[in-house]
Nanobody
Framework: QVQLVESGGGLVQVGGSLSLSCAAS????????MAWFRQVPGKEREFVGS????????YYADSVKGRFTISRDNAKNTVYLQMNSLKPEDTAVYYC?????????WGKGTLVLVSS
């Protein structure tokens, strides 16, 4: 079992920045990749980016490339999502995710609201 807890969401103006955190606990040693997803009500959950625990290899969706940065702190079992140059279309609930032996684990999400 792995528990994921996101934090850091809130209200930010267009062009602003926000940093999200995802604290992992439990069987984290079995986790290889941590990912961020986001979801707007009525739409499918969308991949934002991911990072490997071992060597910090990152991948990003085209929609956030160059604006968002994912990092990790292995000592704290925490993954971060730094979001810059935020746009109204970045408004969503952001979730962190990891997959262990084929099972997906999700946090409860944190809301990011970008206002114009």
């Amino acid at each position: 079992q792995v528990q994921l807890v996101e934090s850091g969401g809130g209200l930010v103006q267009v062009g602003g920045s926000l940093s999200l955190s995802c604290a992992a606990s439990g069987r984290t040693s079995s986790s290889y990749v941590m990912a961020w997803f986001r979801q707007v009500p009525g739409k499918e959950r969308e991949f934002v980016g991911s990072i490997t625990w071992s060597d910090s290899k990152t991948y990003y969706a085209d929609s956030v490339k160059g604006r968002f940065t994912i990092s990790r702190d292995n000592a704290k079992n925490t993954v971060y999502l730094q979001m810059n140059s935020l746009k109204p279309e970045d408004t969503a609930v952001y979730y962190c995710n990891t997959r262990i032996t084929g099972m997906d684990y999700w946090g409860k999400g944190t809301l990011v609201l970008v206002s114009s």
